[in-house]
């Protein structure tokens, strides 16, 4: 199961904190061993929900499609016209796999950042953070644009307590969370990072990971930061194939979307 969550600050920068469990219905055995959010372009990241191997392929035709050489290296792709023009690709993948067997639901969330423009339209950073997600299989995106905003995929975000928490981390009216990127670029990402890990390991559901990877987006760098204790992952089909515990069925591994 998945919890895979973006937030857009009021800094000029979003974050995608991601678990990174896979679970296995038929048997009811869980592993701690996938990354389920890559960094897919200039500078934009996206992470899955649902069946394991059209979101990781979903995810390698996104990435695909966003590293062209025609993108300067100053330049960085608008996630509004990636919002607009992906979902026709996403709909061929996804077809494409169904007509090689079934597959499940699979939900995209992705990230990325708008130039803010004038300087009187800017609040305490040069861009504004633009969220979408995709969800087979019409991938018809669903947005949410500027500071203090999040949107979730997989079960977490069916959880109320895990919603309730992530709710308040943006609201934060006292600034308690908010404070954290005082003399510490990035410590609001860090913090909300942190909280909703917290939340995991305090309230644990079944199938959603304790461990969480955090990508931490600007304009002009992708950071990736990984827990002290977090496990070997896979980062592929293959990869997760050779690193799966016996007894698990790879044909119905689901990071579950719910």
Same mark, same amino acid.
């Given at each position: 199961?998945? @919890?895979?969550?973006? %937030? ?12 990174? !469990? ?5 048997? *009811?055995?869980? $592993? ?7 960094? +897919? ?5 996206? =992470?899955?929900? =649902? ?25 960085? @792709?608008? #996630? !509004? ?18 007509? !090689?067997?079934? +597959? ?18 800017? +609040? $305490? ?11 087979? #299989? ?17 079960? *977490? ?20 969370? $908010?404070? *954290? ?16 890990? @917290?939340? %995991?390991?305090?309230? #644990?559901?079944? =199938? ?8 931490? +987006? ?5 950071? !990736?930061?990984? #827990? ?8 592929? @089909? ?21």
């Amino acid at each position: 199961m998945t @919890w895979i969550v973006g %937030a857009s600050t009021l800094f000029g920068y979003g974050a995608i904190i991601s678990d990174v !469990q896979v679970s296995d219905p038929t048997s *009811g055995r869980r $592993m701690d061993v996938l990354q389920k959010a890559y960094p +897919v372009g200039k500078y934009i990241v996206a =992470g899955f929900a =649902g069946d394991v191997r059209p979101g990781l392929a979903l995810l390698a035709n996104l990435g695909s499609c966003l590293n062209s050489e025609d993108v300067a290296d100053d330049e960085c @792709w608008d #996630p !509004q016209w990636v919002a607009d023009n992906w979902p026709n690709e996403a709909r061929r993948v996804y077809q494409e796999l169904e007509r !090689q067997g079934p +597959v499940s639901e699979t939900d995209i969330l992705m990230l990325g950042l708008e130039a803010a423009g004038t300087p009187e339209k800017r +609040v $305490m950073g040069d861009a504004i953070g633009h969220l979408s997600i995709f969800r087979s #299989p019409d991938f018809v995106p669903q947005s949410e644009k500027g500071g203090r905003k999040a949107m979730s995929i997989g079960c *977490g975000a069916n959880v109320e307590k895990y919603t309730a928490t992530l709710k308040d981390l943006m609201r934060d009216d006292d600034l308690t969370y $908010m404070k *954290g990127e005082v003399y510490n670029t990035g410590g609001y990402g860090r913090r909300i990072a942190e909280t909703l890990s @917290w939340m %995991a390991r305090d309230n #644990p559901v079944d =199938g959603i990971s304790t461990n969480f990877q955090l990508f931490i +987006v600007r304009m002009g760098s992708i950071e !990736q930061f990984n #827990p002290k204790d977090m496990p070997e992952l896979a980062h592929d @089909w293959d990869e997760l194939l050779n690193m799966l515990d016996e007894g698990m069925d790879s044909e119905a591994l689901v990071a579950s979307a719910c």
